[in-house]
């Protein structure tokens, strides 16, 4: 039985998000996101203007005067949103956990698809597969799906990021769109992010607080890592130890972009003190404009 609070935040999202689809994402989308090409539709007669490449001369030999085809967008897509659920994913310095806005953000990208008549399918994963709803299309669907993403509990801490791709290219057989919404906290991955990039039109999110890149002078600070249950001091106070904390935060960082540009991985930085809105905008505008 799913809690109440669980379908109140379903119903709370799924209000947020119907906004943002109508307001902001169906259009860029639907610009962004091709069909697989176009297929015939029907026959018209020849008008001044139209291409004559286009001119089918078996109706034309037939009726005696000009007639093209007319051809529509194959729009049909496959989406499927592949969310970390990590242990990792648990954590905010600001109002919402990581988690949290990936969750958000997902049924952003859910509701969008549905819009264009796409299906949606989702994937969660720690270091294994936790979840898997194959593509389906329609709101019932998606809602599904948003529940799922709010009501899931992690069964394990860590993050395979190379198994959930492993495992999208088994069961995603003709390419598709995928999201992926992850920290990226995790190793040994890029291979099969190689490999599923050439194969799908893959996205990375990267979620992301500010707490984990710039840590304030508050003392000396337990820290926890929910993946590996280590603990370790940090003394914040020292400038010193600040210093090689965010210098060493800032070399990842720049190495994980680095790869990113490489391979043509296109990554969208989601960060728990910001609004999503502006950065998945950005990446619209400017993924359309080099279409």
């Not at 799913?2 to 109508?22: F, S």
């Not at 990936?102 to 859910?110: F, H, M, N, R």
């Not at 990554?267 to 950065?279: C, L, M, N, Y």
Request: with cysteine; charged share 30%; aromatic share 10%.
């Amino acid at each position: 039985m799913i809690p109440k609070e669980i379908l109140k935040k379903v119903r709370q999202i799924e209000i947020r998000t119907k906004g943002l689809v109508n307001d902001l994402f169906g259009g860029e989308y639907h610009s962004v996101f091709k069909g697989r090409g176009m297929t015939f539709s029907e026959v018209r007669e020849y008008q001044p203007g139209d291409d004559i490449r286009l001119i089918d001369w078996n109706v034309t030999a037939r009726s005696g005067s000009p007639f093209v085809k007319i051809f529509e967008e194959e729009r049909e897509l496959t989406v499927y949103l592949l969310v970390d659920v990590s242990r990792s994913g648990h954590f905010g310095s600001i109002t919402q956990f990581k988690s949290e806005i990936a969750a958000e953000i997902a049924a952003v990208l859910g509701f969008s698809a549905i819009k264009n008549n796409d299906k949606v399918g989702l994937i969660l994963f720690s270091d294994e597969v936790e979840q898997y709803i194959a593509p389906k299309k329609g709101r019932s669907h998606v809602l599904r799906v948003v529940r799922e993403l709010l009501y899931h509990k992690p069964h394990e801490k860590g993050t395979s990021i190379r198994t959930a791709l492993e495992f999208l290219l088994n069961v995603a057989k003709r390419r598709s769109v995928v999201f992926l919404l992850s920290d990226f906290l995790d190793e040994k991955y890029w291979s099969s992010l190689k490999m599923a990039n050439r194969k799908h039109d893959l996205i990375g999110l990267k979620m992301s607080d500010p707490f984990e890149s710039s840590i304030p002078d508050i003392g000396l600070v337990k820290v926890h890592d929910p993946e590996t249950d280590e603990t370790s001091w940090i003394d914040t106070g020292s400038t010193v130890d600040r210093t090689q904390y965010e210098a060493a935060i800032i070399e990842q960082n720049e190495k994980f972009a680095k790869e990113c540009d490489r391979i043509g991985f296109d990554i969208i930085p989601i960060s728990t003190d910001k609004d999503f809105v502006e950065p998945l905008m950005n990446y619209f505008k400017k993924r359309e404009k080099r279409i």
